[in-house]
């Protein structure tokens, strides 16, 4: 396999538009995801070509009564000063990721717990996986809770994705998607209750995939500036890469980009 990168991570957006600096992936099914509609750049642009750019995906999104404008950066490339004082004087959140991968065989093992349970998502326990993914989703506020419902809908019928729930002491606890490729399998939306944490659910759920799939290479991303990142490094998981991001929501269709 070759090396592992940022183009590994799925997205449920098209590209709609390419040049020279940039791609463009848009979803007109999830309109309010952020990260399905977005732009990405191959090089890093200089001040001007951002903010044209950035003009462009605005005008575009505003088109469809979107919102949000959010772009991606050229992998394990930092912007330069005068992007960063932009970014920080026009209110654009400003962060990055990071890449980690790990071999089945090598994820420390899990000790069984009679208390938990690890289960496939089926018709039976859709509600309850649909009443995680909400208690997860509504911190980015309840229309997008609501909006990504259908969404996980059509991901119940697709072979290429799964769902699991987490069980403690019979009570839901937690759930986790995967997206199965051809070598990888990408852990997407670990999430753990918190009146459950801190008993080792998200371990359990993460042993419950490398059972799963021995065979493949399993990818996760993290935020570089949050806790999840240490517990990938603990468990043995690789780092392969970061990437910067920047997005900015506005609250109305009389919002302009600052030139």
Known sequence: MSRLNFKNIYTAGAVVNE?????????????????????????????????????????FHLQRNQYHVKFKFPENKKPVEELIHYFI?????????????????????????????IQLVSEVNFDHY??????????FGKEFANAQRDAYQQ??????????????????????????GQNIAEIDGLYVLEAYRNKGIASAMQQFIMNTFPDKTIIVLADGEDTPREMYIKQKYRYLAFQYEVQKVYMNQKATIKQ
Not at 35 to 57: R, V
Not at 105 to 115: A, H, I, K, L, W
Not at 155 to 165: A, G, N, T, V
């Open 89 to 117: 004087t026009c209110n654009y959140d400003y962060t990055y990721l990071e890449l980690f991968a790990i071999q089945p065989n090598q994820f420390p093992r899990v000790q069984e717990n009679s208390d938990l349970t």
């Open 130 to 139: 649909l009443y995680t993914k909400y208690q997860q989703d509504s911190a």
């Open 19 to 59: 040049s020279d600096l940039y791609i463009h992936y848009h979803n007109p099914k999830m309109l309010i995801k952020y990260d399905d509609n977005y732009l990405e750049f191959l090089k890093m642009p200089t001040l001007e070509q951002f903010k044209e750019a950035a003009a462009y995906l605005h005008d």
């Open 155 to 180: 991901e119940f019928q697709d072979p290429s994705k799964l769902q699991i729930l987490s069980y403690f002491r019979g009570n839901i606890s937690g759930s986790l998607d995967i997206i199965i």
